[in-house]
């Protein structure tokens, strides 16, 4: 069936539950040998080499549910959560909204998700073997300043079962997670986190690389800044980045004052820049991940040239369907 079918189904419906119905289907796609065919384009990152550079961004399977339906679909990699030590609801419904004309997504989910152990539990059930991601990030009713005993908790639980590992410090939807970018308090994290990486690949005879996922509307300043933490605690990755506060590109849209992240091509500028203010400050010394916005081809390539090793996303899959996956993994030039 034609996925211009499927999404005029999936729209009739309130964004959150087109997603749960997704996620189903995927799960039953999971179980049937894959239809999808796409040529070889391996890149090396982080010591790991991946198929191709397109992977799933965290959000679209938090719980790790349908991590073989994602995979049947032609990523090169997967990324599931973000994931909290205990389960959580997340905000308030309703809580994700589609601004149609420009083809992005908000959301003010709050990290819902069943937790650590669930999500864990998933991945052992999953007969996929490729490249996986876990994003970890902390309980909402977890106070700031005892964050990093969350991470800690998630770090050690899914390190085993992950081939890398997100940090995610940039979420818009869950109160002060931002602050955790900044100056004392990141340092504190990266160097807790690392030291905690090391102790892991010591007692399991493997290292996993630790990565770190930022938000798109960070100053100049600002990146300069993190990128001074990134390179002294040898942190091995960055995703830039998450959704954005900002409405500058779809002012007067319906929706477009919702509070919450946005997400999809109205992001691609501003995420292309980021990957951009970040490659000259990093200078080539940490890989970065480009997520945020990618459409097409061209988008796509725009966020390699601008320094980005892998991509990653989601939104556009909802409004484009699966096609672009194949079209990207088969047509970047990383």
């Known amino acids: 069936m034609h996925y211009s079918l499927i999404r005029k189904a999936l729209f009739s419906l309130d964004p959150e539950q087109a997603h749960q119905f997704s996620i189903q289907a995927l799960k039953c796609l999971g179980k ?28 679209a399977d938090k719980n790790g549910e349908a991590i073989d339906g994602f995979a049947k679909l032609g990523f090169g990699f997967i990324e599931v959560g973000t994931v909290t030590p205990v389960a959580q609801d997340g905000n308030p ?11 992005g997504i908000i959301n003010r989910n709050g990290f819902n998700n069943l937790g ?41 639980k899914v390190y085993q079962h992950a081939s890398y590992i997100t940090v995610n410090i940039s979420s818009p939807n869950t109160k002060n997670l931002r602050s955790l970018q900044y100056g004392e308090a990141l340092d504190s994290l990266l160097q807790t986190l690392k030291s905690e990486q090391a102790e892991l690949a010591k007692r399991q005879g493997i290292y996993k690389p630790l990565v770190l996922k930022v938000a798109p509307d960070l100053t ?31 002012a007067g849209l319906k929706y477009a004052n919702e509070s919450g992240g ?9 995420s292309t820049n ?28 725009e966020k390699i040239d601008a320094g980005a090793s892998l991509l990653q996303l ?9 096609k672009l996956i194949k079209e990207l993994a088969t047509h970047i030039q990383p």
């Open 32 to 59: 049937f040998p894959s239809l999808c065919s796409i040529p070889e384009n391996k890149v090396k990152v982080m010591g790991l080499t991946f198929p191709n550079p397109i992977g799933l961004a965290a959000g």
């Open 220 to 250: 100049q300043s600002e990146i300069e800044s993190v990128a001074e933490s990134l390179l002294n605690y040898k942190i091995d990755g960055l995703i830039a980045g998450n959704t954005t506060l900002s409405r500058d590109t779809v």
């Open 116 to 156: 650590v152990d669930v999500l864990i539990e998933n991945v052992k059930k999953a007969k996929y073997r490729g490249i996986l991601g876990i994003n970890i990030g902390k309980n909402a009713i977890t106070p700031i300043e005892k964050s990093i005993d969350d991470y800690q908790i998630c770090l050690r």
């Open 274 to 301: 980021l990957i951009h203010q970040f490659q000259k400050a990093l200078q080539g010394s940490i890989p970065i991940i480009g997520s945020g916005g990618i459409h097409s081809v061209s988008s796509g390539q």
């Open 314 to 322: 989601y939104s556009a899959m909802v409004y484009q369907g699966p």
């Open 93 to 103: 419904r309703p809580r994700q909204f589609r601004l149609l004309e420009a083809e």
């Open 262 to 270: 946005l997400s999809g091509k109205p992001l691609h500028k501003l």
